[in-house]
C-alpha cells in the first residue's frame, strides 16, 4: 500500500531536548516536504527536499533541521525545541514538486 | 502576507445543498491544489489544476488563471462531505495554504 509514515504521532517533551520526526515514503516519490499546521494559520512550509541531498527552506525555517540521505526518508530534526514549536507537524511526497501530494498522518508535538 | 485567501471560513449546509467554496490568490502559481482535511487530521489530495475545470463524482474544480481564482463545488452535499477544505498553491518548489473552509452538512 502506497503510503507516508510519520512517528511518533504524538509527543510531549520539554524545552531543548532535541527530538526528531522520522518520515518515510514508499513510492520512490523525489519531492519530500514538511509542513506544520497551526489554528488560523493553516500549512505552512517548514523544509522541502526535490531529493536525495537536495534540501532547501520553506517559508518557516526557523529553529529546524531536514536531511535527505535516502530517496524514501525525509526526517525532521528540532535541536533544541521551545513552546512555539508545538504544532501538528505533516510529511507529504509526491512524484515531482508539481505532482498531488501524498500525506501523511500527522505528528501532534507539544513542547512544554 | 497571506499568498492564499479562501472564503468562507465556516460553511453548514443541509443534506443536499450545492456548496462553492472560493480561493484566490496572488503568486504565480504552477498549479493549484484542493485538499480535504477529516476530523480525524488526515489529509487527502482531491484536486491539482493549473487550467480550467475537472470534475471527480460530485467535486468539481475550476480555475481561472487571469483573475487568479478557483472554486470548489459539491454538488448533491452529503454529511460524509464534512471536513475541513484547503485550497494551496505551488509556485515551483514551494507551497503557500489557505486557512481553510470548514464545511458541516446537516442531514
Known amino acids: 500500500e502506497a503510503q507516508v509514515t510519520q512517528n511518533p504521532r504524538y509527543l510531549i517533551t520539554v524545552t531543548g531536548k532535541k527530538l526528531t520526526v522520522t518520515c518515510s515514503q514508499n513510492?520512490?516519490?523525489?519531492?519530500m516536504s514538511w509542513y506544520r499546521q497551526d489554528p488560523g494559520l493553516g500549512l505552512r512550509q517548514i523544509y522541502y527536499?526535490?531529493?536525495?541531498?537536495?534540501?532547501d527552506k520553506g517559508d518557516v525555517p526557523e529553529g529546524y533541521k531536514v536531511s535527505r540521505k535516502e530517496k524514501r526518508n525525509f526526517p525532521l530534526i528540532l535541536e533544541s525545541p521551545s513552546p512555539n514549536q508545538t504544532s501538528l507537524y505533516f510529511c507529504?511526497?509526491?512524484?515531482?514538486?508539481?505532482?498531488?501530494?501524498?500525506f501523511g498522518d500527522g505528528t501532534r508535538l507539544s513542547i512544554l | 502576507k497571506n499568498e492564499v485567501e479562501q472564503s468562507p471560513q465556516n460553511l453548514t449546509a443541509q443534506e443536499g445543498e450545492f456548496i462553492t467554496i472560493n480561493c484566490s490568490y496572488s503568486?504565480?502559481?504552477?498549479?493549484l491544489h484542493w485538499l480535504q482535511q477529516h476530523p480525524g487530521g488526515g489529509i487527502v489530495s482531491l484536486f491539482m489544476l493549473s487550467s480550467g475545470k475537472k470534475k471527480h463524482g460530485r467535486l468539481i474544480a475550476t480555475i481561472n488563471i487571469q483573475e487568479k481564482h478557483s472554486s470548489l463545488h459539491i454538488t448533491a452535499s452529503h454529511p460524509r462531505d464534512s471536513a475541513v477544505y484547503i485550497c494551496a498553491v505551488g509556485t515551483g518548489n514551494q507551497f503557500y495554504f489557505g486557512t481553510g473552509t470548514s464545511l458541516t452538512v446537516i442531514p
Open positions: 527536499s526535490m531529493n536525495v541531498e537536495v534540501t
Open positions: 513510492m520512490n516519490h523525489e519531492y
Open positions: 507529504a511526497s509526491s512524484d515531482r514538486e508539481d505532482q498531488p501530494q501524498h
Open positions: 503568486v504565480g502559481i504552477s498549479a
